[in-house]
């Protein structure tokens, strides 16, 4: 009797080390992914790689990036595996994330202006996403509206309360829209369009999912969304469309191996499936409907999927540059949330006010009104600090606590407000005053 | 009520078993409440970059214009959604427990529901039907050519919050109407009062307890509640303030946590309040009569208006659940009044799956319920009935957990627990039962509430007759006390199992591996993408029917019960 029990432990505790030295087991990955894109690509890589369980566990960007910060002692997960290259960043600047070189050969280094992988290999590009603009067609038709393609489209009166986007403080993919626009166009012209959009909003949503599901919906009508919401809503059936404008970037999403992970083997297992042929091709799913970064994929692609790496548009598109971003980060997410997000009555009354006395004034013209419509719009586009300041140590201080600060983020953040409400509500007197004169 | 003002407690020393009590519950509260919290909570009080304790922090937020304009809109929402919460409850539990009322159980039930609102689900559902280009509006649009912005800015906010939390006020004021002695009418009666004089003068303050319980619920709730606000993207409130800063990726703000610090001090000010407004009052009374007050007939055309008003009340509180519904089982629904078509594919696609989510669910709620029941009737009698220090600490620190935000709380477990490894070691803090605590704390006010206006109407006599009949404290405890608070307990029950059975915030952090996951989470997962919102909400519809049919089941026990108690008298 005991020894057939000795014998059993035996045998299993060799299986188990076979198990291990063969790989195999289980592989944890936190994700921001939804089910309808986790679920493909667990069935394909443990048909795969057999032996191998993908455990998913489904966290927010930010709480995963929280989570895995808060785990570390003890850490339990392999993988982490979402869309903003600025989770990954964090991660790696925290020291969370582990190097690691793919087996995969004969992918390209960038995709459109954007380099595919972390340059010190701790996180890899699966995916390429660009954003764009995608609309309900049904709702664009009730209201009589035109399709807009362009950034500037959306700052027309046409498009006054129809517009969504996402608070670039809380959907990181949203804030590299914001920083595109804005390298794109400039600090002083690029606030001047987002905040051209920003009077034009109906919504500012707290995650990047609410704005595809109220332009989904018919809540909105226009939404500012990375592309593969609006694809696999297409392929869901919904009645929308996309549009990629010209001052746009195409970034990839990315997986990295997490320090000290558990099963260091299937994590690598994982990503080098992901970046195989065979994984790639998961990301054509009507559900998932990424662009992936394996060029020779899109031949299987389906009709009208747009190729980042041949379509000339995408060729043309800006220059990101990362540092830049990375170096203003918090202050341009807490401006458009203390000049837009907090501030959207405000706005939009003032915005209102323009569009009124610029019809106006189409009908019949009026010097001095004109020049105080000028006004009202400069007010309108006014910024607190110029891009210089917003990168300056003592501004990046105050919102990371270090020594060169001369304000705290609390202190700048309601200068900032103080001077939107003060503009904006100069913006709309001078606005109704112009019309006043027309009338 | 009140003949006597304030019967006199008469037990000053503490017996060793009260404080014994005391000290294990506090146990409890500073173990999975306090300490993971405070970890987090701490941040409040630091300076940003140094680390140094300073107050700074706390004058920032009085001096800024948002925080401010915030305090103010999260005051005038909360209190607004108690008006409109009592105005929704009041003719439900009026009707269903002082009328001989067909359906009454059934109602009790339905009007029970709106507490059970899916996380996400239940705001596309909501906005699909109320939204600006919701069912309602979209047709009002083609008819008369305007729209009613339901679900826009603090009026939305207060719309959405009654429709949601007035079961609060409902469930507690049925309990303590069917505890109201029929004497009292009877003797009101006898001296010449009725109709609506009665109801004012006689019935509905007996029913104060209840009330004042589901009441100042309401309040804490609303003013603490961040999903509704986000879901209708009203930002200048404090909840979603504290939230927005607290899960920003990278950001290390003390704002956030010093919203929280201010939103449990409010709370707690706001129990303090209710409290107070009923101290120097007695509430309780000495006979239980069958099923509480008479039951009246309704006169035919009382009965047609009663039905009618029932009715539409249901229709507009159970709306979101009927959009669920549609959505569960919608093609494609978008910028339509109705769906383009119907299927049964998203149920299909979840059957697998759902009885996993279901089977964990009930595990974790109700054992979360159970939790709750004897710790909150612990607290409440150790308040009401106990003159041992540091009762009101139990009580307050009890009631804080409305104001902590899910994810605090979930961050605190894994800053506290992860650490501690079992002896294979995973860590304690990946174990299920810690689900359980975190959602045990979070609805420990709930039950808090209940039990406490149940305690306040069983008059203190019934108990002083037992000992002096010669019952130990444990008996009389046991055989007097418990019975008498039955009704009480398990509404606390029910109102911590269902709302425990659809909590996500705190989940999301502590869930571990979808083995574990209950149904809360299943949604999320598939939440996140256009096709997924179909199957969430199928899940969702799952969901709500769990927890209505135990929610029934519960109810039909009740009510058996305190008929085969009436017919025994």
Known sequence: MLKTIAAAMLISAAAIVAAHAEGGGKVTIVTSFSKDVTDPFKASFEAANPGYTLDVQNKSTSSGVKYVDETKGNNQTDLFWASAPDAFDSLKSRKLLTRFTPSVTGLPDKVGSYPVNDPDGFYFGFAASGYGIMSNDRYLEANNIPKPSEWGDLTKPEYYDHVAIAAPSRSGTTHLTIETILQGEGWDKGWGTLKGIGGNLQQVTERSFGVPDAVNSGQTGIGIVIDFFAFSAQASGFPVSFAYPSVTTVVPANIGIVANAPNQKGAEAFVNYLLSEKGQTVLLEPTIRRLPINPALYEKAPEGFPNPFKDPRFQSMITFDADVSKKRTDVVDTLFDQLISFQLDKLKGATKAVHAAEQALAKSDNAEARGLLEEARSLIAAMPITAEQAASQEVRDAFTGGDQKTARQAELEQQWAAFATEKYAGAQSKAEAALALID | ?569
């Open chain 2, 1 to 569: 009520m009140a003949f006597a003002a304030a019967i006199p407690i008469n037990r000053i020393s503490a017996k060793p078993g009260q404080i014994a009590a005391v000290a294990l519950i506090a146990l409890f509260l500073a173990i999975f409440l306090v300490i993971p919290a405070g970890t987090v909570i701490y941040t409040a009080f630091t300076e940003k970059g140094t680390g140094a304790l300073t107050i700074v922090n706390f004058q920032d937020f009085f001096r800024t214009r948002l925080f401010q304009q915030s305090f103010f809109n999260s005051v005038y929402v909360s209190a607004m959604s108690v008006v409109w919460g009592t105005l929704i409850a009041l003719p439900l539990a009026v009707l269903t427990t002082r009328f001989e009322f067909r359906g009454s159980l059934l109602i009790q039930t339905l009007g029970f529901i709106p507490l059970i609102m899916p996380p996400f689900v239940g705001a596309v559902a909501m906005q699909l039907l109320f939204g600006r280009n919701g069912t309602v509006n979209l047709l009002l649009n083609d008819w008369l050519g305007f729209r009613i912005p339901f679900m826009e800015g603090l009026n939305g906010v207060i719309f959405v919050q009654s429709l949601h939390y007035f079961p609060f006020i409902l469930i507690n004021l049925s309990t303590s109407l069917r505890n109201i002695d029929r004497s009292m009418e009877e003797a009101a009666q006898n001296l010449g009062s009725s109709g609506f004089r009665l109801f004012r003068r006689i019935v509905f303050p007996l029913a104060m307890p209840g009330y004042l319980a589901g009441a100042s619920l309401v309040f804490v709730k609303v003013f603490d509640d961040l999903a509704t606000p986000l879901l209708l993207n009203v930002k200048d409130m404090l909840a979603p303030q504290a939230y927005l800063r607290v899960t920003s990726v990278g950001l290390t703000d003390p704002m956030g946590y010093v919203i929280s610090v201010i939103l449990i001090v409010v709370s707690i000010f706001a129990m303090w309040l209710s409290a107070v407004a009923m101290r120097g009052k007695d509430y309780s009374t000495v006979q239980r009569g069958g099923g509480g007050l008479s039951k009246r007939p309704l006169r035919r055309g009382e009965a047609v208006l009663a039905y009618g008003v029932v009715g539409l009340i249901l229709l507009l509180v159970l709306s979101p659940h009927i959009g669920l519904l549609l959505l569960s089982l919608a093609t494609v629904w978008s910028f339509s009044p109705l769906p383009d078509g119907f299927t049964v594919a998203h149920y299909t696609r979840v059957f697998g799956e759902s009885s996993l989510y279901i089977k964990n669910t009930l595990i974790y709620a109700s054992l979360a319920g159970l939790i709750d029941v004897i710790v909150g009737g612990a607290i409440a009698y150790l308040v009401l009935r106990t003159k041992v220090i540091g009762r009101r600490w139990l009580d307050w620190a009890a009631t804080a957990a409305l104001a902590i935000p899910g994810v605090v709380l979930g961050i605190g477990y894994l800053r506290t627990f992860y650490g501690i490894s079992l002896p294979d070691g995973t860590p304690l803090a990946t174990l299920w039962v810690m689900v359980v605590m975190a959602l045990a704390i979070r609805r420990l006010p709930y039950a808090l509430r209940a039990c406490y206006a149940a305690l306040q109407q069983v008059s203190q006599s019934l108990e002083e007759a037992a000992e002096n009949l010669g019952a130990t404290k444990q008996r009389t405890i046991r055989r007097i006390v418990l019975p008498l608070m039955t009704g009480g307990l398990l509404a606390g029950f029910v109102t911590s199992f269902s709302t425990a059975a659809v909590e996500l915030s705190a989940t999301l952090m502590l869930i571990q591996s979808n083995s574990d996951a209950p149904i809360a989470y299943g949604l999320y997962v598939f939440m996140q993408s256009p096709a997924g919102r179909g199957p969430g909400a199928a899940l969702g519809v799952i969901a709500v029917i769990m927890v209505a049919a135990c929610t029934l089941l519960s109810h039909y026990v009740v009510e058996r019960r305190q008929k085969t108690l009436g017919m025994n008298k």
